[in-house]
């Protein structure tokens, strides 16, 4: 299973963007697709995942009502879409794949597929 993180670059404070992750469609209708974060000196976090076994979405808190992830099952692609994106959001920001039960999906530990990433920068 390969992952392909795309869309990051340079934004402002208060700016858009959309990353996405690419794979095939076999991945994406067999596997629940979470994205993930990471900062120099920090663990990786949860943002978002969207879950194979139930169709809902999820979002950490941090990004509730900032982030809405959603799945494009004609482009195997599962998209983030991040508003209002502040400098804390800076990260590196990657795409995994896994079969977590509900309770884990935040995990990352619960994924067995990991995308090379593609970095975020907010700046203020």
């Known amino acids: 299973v390969q992952l392909q993180a795309s869309g990051g670059g340079w934004v402002q404070a208060g700016d858009s963007l959309s990353i996405s992750c690419t794979a095939s469609a076999r991945t994406f209708s067999s596997y629940t697709v979470g994205w993930f974060r990471q900062a120099p000196g920090k663990e990786r976090e949860f943002v978002a995942a969207s879950a194979i076994q139930n169709n809902r979405v999820y979002h950490d808190d941090s990004v509730k009502g900032r982030f809405t992830i959603s799945r494009d099952k004609a482009k195997n692609t599962v998209n983030l879409r991040m508003n209002s994106l502040k400098p804390e959001d800076t990260a590196r920001y990657y795409c995994?794949?896994?079969?977590?039960?509900?309770?884990?999906?935040?995990?990352?530990?619960?994924?067995?597929?990991w995308g090379q990433g593609t970095q975020v920068t907010v700046s203020s």
């Open positions: 995994a794949a896994g079969r977590p039960i509900i309770s884990a999906i935040s995990n990352p530990t619960a994924y067995y597929y």
